[in-house]
């Protein structure tokens, strides 16, 4: 069973995007980082298969968007009035480096 899991967490992180302005703090990043961690001994490994169903599927609904399609946003700001580009070029590894010059 464990192989099945292994090549369902492989299709998803095939599909999961990797943000380059967020190197080092990326989530995608950490979740390969984490099926790597999880699944050593590839689809041979011993797992905790109602875990690792449940992780699979938190995950599954945050790649699709799952939430964000559920509960569509009214509004197209945040509480501080930012937009969600703003939002992305503030929260850039870019954005960080320049404030810690300062």
């Not at 999880?38 to 968007?65: H, S, V």
């Not at 930012?82 to 320049?98: G, N, Q, R, Y």
Request: proline share 3%.
């Amino acid at each position: 069973m464990a192989a099945t899991r292994y090549r369902k967490f492989l299709q998803l992180i095939e599909q999961w995007p990797l943000d380059s302005s967020k190197k080092g703090r990326d989530l995608g990043m950490h979740i390969r980082e984490m099926v790597a961690i999880g699944f050593k001994q590839g689809p041979a490994t011993q797992i905790n298969e109602r875990k690792c169903d449940d992780m699979y599927e938190a995950l599954q609904k945050m790649n699709t968007d799952y939430y964000r399609n559920k509960y569509p946003r009214l509004y197209q700001n945040s509480a501080t009035g930012a937009t969600l580009e703003e939002c992305k070029v503030v929260t850039s590894k870019d954005s960080k480096e320049i404030k810690n010059l300062k």
